[in-house]
């Protein structure tokens, strides 16, 4: 199927330009017309793949998502031992290299300017509470919560953590740097685990 | 001093039309024409007390900053028992009624537009994190910390939780309510203080 993929290539990488043009001028800079320019193709090709900006934004949101995703589903094929398996799931919620912190930048960008548009319906779905709560399940299963915690508040209490996280290291990376954000993790995993 | 309180009292009020315009239309809709209407002010008695929409976006940013800490100096003047005191300053950094929500939502919007608008110099300065450190500080100062925790590490988790905790509010209001987020404060606090 070469054609099929050469579509989704393309897509991708007209993708890929727009996380580059969010990341160096705004999402309010993020028009079609400047899309097309750094991706390199006409208006009209951009136009081929995504009849509207808002199609265009939305695809490349989500492939932020996939990337996520499929970095998280290859951590947990791995053999390592749950819990050094959740602190590498978390580590791949936080910017922690320009990769991620790009990623994180267009996730924001993406999240709150659907909101600052005044679309208050722009539901935060990054299915990332979901996973945090199988996280702790994931512990829990493993005998390595520690007895007697709340297993729902424990989900609420790292979802915001890693969250709060995220966003200082995004506004702030001087101050919180991967190194700074580890620690805090694993201090927080080893108040949470037992032995 | 009436002219001089009467000043004040009129930049607070376009700022509070500021602030609904904000809320009810998104950060990008706020154009002074917009707020000045809203206001019930001509365009040139706005610019009598604002010279650009900047300057008058700043204002209103500084309001809310103002607003959060006298709550919290009422607060920390009362004789409360330190950890009551402590939970409370916290609160007010939450997003637990319509009041706060507002400023909230004017907060993030304000914060992630001066990113998405491409000015990576808008450093994070609303004087949180110095705030956090100090609470750590005074629960340590009254024996109430945990032994062998590092102060720093736990100002650090203490703020990323309040600040992904107030984020999460904000954009998921009917799933963590006022009440889950006293709750899961008061289980970290509970895991951090002794007695």
């Known amino acids: 199927m070469p054609k099929i993929v050469d579509h989704l290539e393309r ?35 951009l136009r081929h793949y995504f009849s509207t900006q808002h199609e265009l934004l939305l695809f490349a949101m989500n492939l932020v998502k996939e990337r996520v995703t499929a970095r998280i589903l290859a951590i947990i094929h791995t053999d390592l031992p749950p819990r050094e398996q959740v602190a590498k799931v978390l580590l791949e919620l936080l910017p922690t290299d320009d990769g991620s912190m790009a990623e ?30 199988r996280l702790i399940d994931y512990l829990d299963q493993h005998g390595l919560l520690k007895q007697g915690l709340d297993k729902g508040d424990e989900a609420e209490r790292l ?21 700074r954000m580890v620690r805090v993790l694993n201090v927080h995993l080893e108040s949470i685990c037992c032995g």
């Not at 990488?13 to 400047?34: D, P, S």
């Not at 539901?123 to 945090?132: G, K």
């Not at 915001?160 to 740097?177: F, I, K, Q, S, T």
């Open 159 to 179: 979802y915001a953590l890693v969250d709060g996280l995220a966003m200082h290291a995004m506004l702030e990376p001087e101050r919180l740097d991967r190194q």
């Open 104 to 133: 994180m930048e267009v996730w924001f960008a993406f999240t709150f300017h659907l909101r600052s548009a005044g679309d208050k319906s722009a539901e935060l779905d990054d299915a990332i509470y979901p996973l945090i709560v």
């Open 11 to 45: 897509k991708s990488n007209i993708a890929e330009a727009t996380w580059r043009v969010i990341i160096q001028q705004g999402i309010q800079a993020a028009t079609v017309r400047k899309i097309a320019a750094e991706a390199g193709v006409s208006l009209g090709a």
